[in-house]
Nanobody
């Protein structure tokens, strides 16, 4: 069965960095997006970043609030993703969750586009990030 395990959370001062890691097992890497979400108390869950199985992340796969500060990377042909978080702000504090699900396939007349879904089936337990 599918399991996602996050690590790397912690408490840091504003302006510093953290790198989160998610290891997924129980499914083949091909055709599966992996994503990071976060839940901040009092706010809806927010998708932070997502990456396709080939390692590509569209600009729209990043939340506006983290563009230019966070980068998602995926190990080639593996279900391991990282979220490099730089210049952290107090508003980045929250519980960060890793998620996975099949890519959406969109057919156009002259090309096929793959993109990460908006809804995910598989979730990890999360890792806490606190920025002060």
């Amino acid at each position: 069965h599918v399991q996602l395990v996050e690590s790397g959370g912690g408490s840091v001062q504003a302006g510093l960095s953290l790198r989160l890691t998610c290891v997924g097992t129980g499914y083949r890497y091909a055709g599966y997006c992996m994503a990071w979400f976060r839940r901040v108390p009092g706010s809806p869950r927010e998708r932070v970043a997502a990456v396709l199985s080939d390692g590509h992340a569209w600009p729209t796969d990043y939340a506006d609030s983290v563009k230019g500060r966070f980068v998602i990377n995926r190990e080639k042909q593996r279900n391991i993703v990282y979220l490099q978080m730089d210049n952290l702000k107090p508003e980045d504090s929250g519980r960060y969750f890793c998620a996975a699900d099949r890519e959406d396939v969109i057919e156009f007349p002259d090309l096929t586009r793959y993109q990460c879904p908006s809804v995910y089936t598989y979730w990890g337990q999360g890792t806490q990030v606190t920025v002060s």
